[in-house]
């Protein structure tokens, strides 16, 4: 239903910036929440921030105050801001997109994007 295109990852030292972006392509369908998720080796994937079609922001406490997630609706683009990374943030950082056309739902994922963050 859409294809997700993942962009910004990196090596970054603790302390640096780096912003993702996921540009969601090809969808006939609506796109409502847009976030980002991470998962660490040998860890559930865990949610990092999520966006409404409205603009209503949701962080994991870990990253609070640190990241940004912002969307461009024109585009079908959701970003993350990443600043004051930590070692900690090292993980595979996933786009996550919610799709709907009447009564149907559909979560669709993007590929993941290597972050690493060295001490």
């Known amino acids: 239903q859409v294809q997700l295109v993942e962009s910004g990852g990196g090596l970054v030292q603790a302390g640096g910036s780096l912003r993702l972006s996921c540009a969601a392509a090809?969808?006939?369908?609506?796109?409502?929440?847009m976030g980002w998720y991470r998962q660490a080796p040998g860890k559930q994937r865990e949610l990092v921030a999520v966006?409404?079609?409205?603009?209503?922001?949701n962080y994991a406490d870990s990253v609070t105050g640190r990241f940004t997630i912002s969307r461009d609706n024109a585009k079908d683009t959701v970003y993350l801001q990443m600043n004051s990374l930590k070692p900690e943030d090292t993980a595979v950082y996933y786009c996550n997109v919610q799709l709907s056309r009447g009564i149907f739902r559909v979560s669709s994922w993007g590929q993941g994007t290597q972050v690493t963050v060295s001490s």
């Open positions: 966006i409404s079609s409205g603009g209503t922001t």
């Open positions: 090809g969808s006939t369908f609506s796109i409502n929440d």
